[in-house]
């Protein structure tokens, strides 16, 4: 018998392959690039970037399988969360980096790594263009083609100025660790200078004005630590000046921390207002000169405030290599690199892109689940077995973490076995589908997904995660555990990729930070302040590291921040 209509969802690389040549501009006419000198039939996997992607993949790759060769401009890997630490001399620049040779070192295989940035990706030929950091003569930096078999790009991103005027030449970034120690350089030059004999009162107060710009967790961070430095260390340095001193916070949204619980948003407010940081919201940057920097206000009013220091923070934009390769791949009308769930770039073959440099392209969804569906219902008459049904809820599930939660937040995670219950667990009863409702429906759920956050936390796990598929790619060609292919035959070969969330901190100064961990659990003050200490001594990535991290904060504990300008 036909069941009643049933279920509208209501979801609301090796190290041969390589040529030297000088000239920059002289693309053409290249040689092609040697063959591996290893002799080895190795593939040959070519990774771009050695930060949170980078790294973590480097670490869990199985370099005894491939040919594997590192290319980045950076030879270290940053712990990025400490950055602000270094800012104001909390932590030391090098104490949160570790060489990336002794990561490789540590493998059992053999990795090979270049200082040299990537500046073309040409997938056609499988070849990167890359250009040494270093000047081997004295006309131009060494320039040569790598080529591969995998690509990895996790070259993550920059600072996004919005094209605002005047950014790119005024303001600081709190990007990279030169940034960190350029900001803390800074903040001791504005104190000095402000302490001169001959300088006017007005000019003391610009230049002990310290503006940060970006209400995210980076701005908000950095203003707590300035403002921490400055009560607790520089005022004992500078006490006639220390009544002058004055730091805002300056934000185009109605709130900052706008991604966290909104009881941190509240308490890290009424905290900056607490200590005195302004706080200015629906305030948007729209220029900044050498001395002065204009906002525009809700009202529409527009209005100039003399700085000292502009500290710029607003989000993230993407580099002009990963631009260029975007173009070729007509991936123009996107803001990053897009892959599917598996992480391989759109419409590239063995091209995989992690990290913040890409995106795990979630506007496929409609398409692919009406995909999946037809060929479930052969026959397009609407009728699927509960089986067929559950295989397709698994696929979705699987491959689109979203409609899995969303079908959990409203209570139907347990649907088919009601349906099974329903039809007395006889898995090969027909049932109807009202197919064009249940993807109608699915619109919601589309309109609400959200790309996963730029974190090094999403980093850290593409990078373990694709370096597990690539120590199984064999195995895993043999016995695929991915879900039905649905647009061909058999399995897909991995698993595609989960995010696991685990929470996250703002610290807000004066040993108090904001906790926000799985299930909504919220917690802030002293307590989360020795959480964050034990959480980021533990994800340290060598015991090298966490020894001197450890030691600076005693150090800071004892002694106070070292206010010198070195
Ligand atoms: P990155 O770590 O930026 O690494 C990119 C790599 O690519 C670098 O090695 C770079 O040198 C290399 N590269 C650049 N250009 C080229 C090129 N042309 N060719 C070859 N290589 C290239 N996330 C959290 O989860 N928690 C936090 O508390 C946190 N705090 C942060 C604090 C600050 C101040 C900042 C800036 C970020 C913070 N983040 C945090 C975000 C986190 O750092 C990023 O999401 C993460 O670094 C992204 O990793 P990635 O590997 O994609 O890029």
């Keep these: 018998p036909s069941l009643a209509k049933l279920i509208i969802f209501t979801f609301t690389v090796s190290s041969g392959g390589l040529v030297a040549y000088s000239d920059s501009k002289a693309y053409s006419g290249i040689n092609d690039a040697v063959p591996s000198d290893t002799g080895t039939k190795k593939k040959k996997v070519l990774v771009l970037g050695t930060g949170w992607a980078g790294t973590s993949f480097l670490k869990n790759v199985d370099s005894s399988l491939y040919d594997v060769q590192v290319i980045s401009p950076r030879n270290y890997f940053a712990f990025t969360p400490l950055l602000p630490s270094v800012t104001c001399g909390t932590v030391e620049a090098r104490s949160i980096v570790e060489p990336i040779r002794n990561i490789i070192r540590k493998k059992s295989g053999d990795i090979k790594y270049w200082e040299a940035e990537c500046i073309k990706i040409d997938a056609k030929n499988k070849k990167v263009h890359c250009r040494s950091n270093q000047d081997v003569n004295s006309e131009a930096k060494e320039e040569f083609l790598v080529d591969y078999d995998y690509l990895v790009i996790a070259m993550g991103a920059r600072a996004n100025t919005f094209n605002t005027p005047g950014v790119e030449e005024h303001c600081h970034f709190l ?56 009560r607790e260390d520089l005022v004992k340095l500078y006490p006639i000046i220390q009544d002058q001193v004055k730091i805002t916070l300056l ?110 392209n979630q506007r496929k969804v409609m398409e692919d689940i009406s995909v999946i569906f037809n060929k479930a219902d052969k026959d397009h008459s609407g009728t699927l077995t509960v089986k067929e049904f559950q295989d397709v809820i698994d696929d979705i599930c699987e491959r689109y973490p979203q409609v899995e939660l969303y079908l959990k937040n409203n209570q139907m995670k347990n649907l088919v076995d009601l349906l099974k219950d329903s039809k007395g667990n006889n898995e090969k009863e027909s049932i109807e589908v009202d197919i064009e409702g249940f993807k109608s429906s699915l619109s919601q759920v589309d309109s609400q997904m959200k790309n996963l956050p730029a974190t090094a936390q999403v980093a850290a796990q593409q990078g373990s995660y694709l370096a597990r598929c690539f120590n199984r790619m064999d195995e895993c060609e043999e016995n695929p555990e991915g879900p039905l292919r649905f647009r061909g035959m058999g399995r897909h070969r991995f698993h595609p990729f989960r995010y696991k969330h685990l929470g996250q901190f703002a610290p807000l100064g004066g040993e108090q930070t904001a906790a926000q961990l799985p299930g909504d659990w919220v917690s802030i003050g002293r307590s989360s302040q020795w959480l964050w200490y034990s959480v980021y001594a533990s994800k340290l990535v060598s015991w090298r590291t966490r020894v001197l991290v450890i030691s600076d904060w005693t150090r800071r504990f004892v002694f106070g921040r070292d206010s010198s300008r070195i």
């Design 175 to 230: 990007k990279e660790v030169e940034d960190a120690q350029n900001i803390r350089r800074s903040v001791i030059d504005c104190f000095e200078r402000a302490s001169l004999p001959t300088l006017s009162e007005e000019e003391r107060m610009r230049n002990l004005h310290f503006v940060v710009v970006g209400g995210g967790p980076t701005g908000v961070e950095f203003a707590a630590e300035l403002h921490d430095f400055i």
């Design 251 to 360: 934000e185009a949204g109605d709130h900052i921390l706008n991604m966290f619980d909104k009881r941190i948003t509240a308490f890290a407010e009424d905290k900056f207002q607490r200590d005195g940081i302004d706080l200015k919201l629906g305030s948007m940057v729209v220029k900044v000169t050498d001395n002065t920097i204009s906002t525009k206000e809700r009202s529409g009013d527009i209005s100039s405030v003399p700085y000292g220091m502009v500290v710029w923070s607003t989000g993230i934009g993407t580099r002009p290599v990963v631009m260029d390769f975007m173009r070729q791949i007509g991936q123009t009308s996107r803001r990053v690199l897009a892959t599917d769930e598996w992480l391989r770039v759109d419409g590239c073959d063995n091209i995989y892109a992690l990290g913040d440099c890409a995106t795990i």
